[in-house]
């Protein structure tokens, strides 16, 4: 398969040690916490199929350089591939992360941080932190933390230099499913104190809210800080605490406006997965409820098409999803613990994709089967053609209809 699964969902397992410099020197002295906070907005490129994931380009160090990252909400860590030995490394050192003795001790409370809550092992303080993260789908990453320069511009004009931690990454595993990404690693856009966000954060330069507008035609844009955020329309509900997930509910399912019974749940919201995973007693239930619908209908089960698990065809190869999402219903996202009676729609091409033979397959998935036991995370295919709010100053979640092929204007 040419799309993941989910290459990335969530962090379940880190192993950690840190730089020269403890987290109050990690930012330049220039940056004051009275610094004048504006956002910064970063294009998007990626899809959910065939590639299965949305990246952004950022530089990293003195002279700048430009690595690709997959965009990662379900995990904190940012890694990228370190010019170092390594075992299955991702790209050619041409295109690898050169460390310059830019290592985080152990002592740092970065690393601390990263381990929590257990312990960095390493007998002297000042040895190097290392790490190892352990995804979902069992890929994996192993390195050091370092820390580096991100030349980043602010909507407000200014230009930035804030000194992050990250991941040197030399050791990747990759499900066999999976051929290598095209992406330099991973950038963690989880809540957790070595993320990013939480590191700009204390850098001064924005509010601690991050977001994302998914583009189905491919791209579109990541932003940091709050400026962006419209005055109206915003649909938000409460994210769930002390979890490091962006985790809301609990939900109810509706199915054409009727309800399923699937009451009660829980979700995870996560860039690092291309598709939506329902637990198996939800999953079964929203395709048995599709599967009646589709009787007497002109699709026909396509058992020949392994893109997904579940793929219908019709008489003559789809070109686009507009050709069968009226056999399709929406399915409604009903937050009941909400102010005001809050829904989020994700009608027919919001889990939906065409096959490389022009098959209709069901980008809704079995997250049971791979190991999320009752988890359920909603994926890039069901945030396209939304801009989605991650506001950790007030801990929730938001979203609203968005022309994401546009980046927003300045």
């Excluded at 192993?15 to 294009?43: D, G």
């Excluded at 595993?173 to 700009?200: C, F, N, S, W």
Aim: proline share 9%; hydrophobic share 35%.
């Amino acid at each position: 398969m040419n799309s993941r699964f989910s290459l990335l969902l969530f962090l379940f397992l880190v192993i950690v040690s840190q730089s020269k410099s403890s987290i109050s020197k990690t930012f330049p002295s220039n940056l004051s916490p009275k610094s004048p906070l504006s956002s910064v907005v970063l294009p998007l490129s990626g899809n959910v199929f065939p590639l299965g994931y949305y990246s952004v380009l950022l530089q990293i160090g003195t002279p700048p350089k430009a690595f690709e990252f997959d965009i990662d909400t379900g995990s904190d860590l940012t890694w990228v591939q370190c010019d170092a030995p390594c075992n299955g490394c991702t790209l050619p050192p041409i295109h690898q992360y050169k460390p310059k003795g830019n290592t985080v001790p152990c002592s740092d409370p970065l690393c601390l941080a990263l381990h929590f809550p257990n312990k960095p092992q390493c007998p002297n303080p000042k040895e190097q932190c290392d790490y190892e993260v352990n995804y979902a789908d069992q890929g994996s990453s192993m390195g050091a933390l370092v820390i580096d320069q991100f030349p980043l511009k602010l909507l407000n004009g200014s230009a930035m230099q804030p000194r992050l931690a990250f991941g040197c990454g030399y050791d990747q595993i990759l499900p066999k499913a999976h051929p290598p990404p095209a992406t330099a690693g991973v950038l963690g856009l989880g809540r957790g104190k070595v993320g990013v966000l939480p590191q700009i954060v204390a850098a001064g330069l924005t509010r601690n809210v991050v977001g994302h507008c998914l583009s189905s035609k491919g791209g579109g844009y990541l932003f940091f800080g709050d400026t962006l955020i419209p005055t109206l329309g915003v649909a938000w509900t409460p994210l769930l605490s002390p979890d490091n997930h962006y985790t809301t509910g609990p939900v109810d399912l509706l199915f054409n406006r009727k309800p399923t019974g699937l009451n009660g749940l829980k979700l995870i919201f996560d860039t690092g997965s291309s598709y939506t995973y329902f637990n198996s007693k939800t999953y079964q239930t929203i395709v048995n409820l599709i599967g009646n619908d589709l009787k007497g209908s002109p699709l026909k089960v396509a058992k020949e098409d392994n893109t997904l698990p579940i793929c219908w065809k019709g008489a003559k190869p789809f070109k686009s999803v507009l050709e069968f999402k009226n056999f399709f219903k929406t399915i409604t996202i009903n937050f009941t613990n909400a102010r005001r009676n809050t829904q989020l729609q994700i009608p027919p091409e919001a889990y939906l994709i065409i096959s490389k033979t022009g098959n209709a397959c069901l980008g809704l998935l079995n997250g049971s089967e791979v190991g999320l036991q009752n988890s359920n995370v909603i994926g890039d295919i069901s945030m396209q053609g939304l801009m989605i709010i991650y506001d950790n100053d007030k801990q929730q979640l938001g979203w609203v209809s968005k022309d994401c092929n546009k980046l927003p204007k300045t």
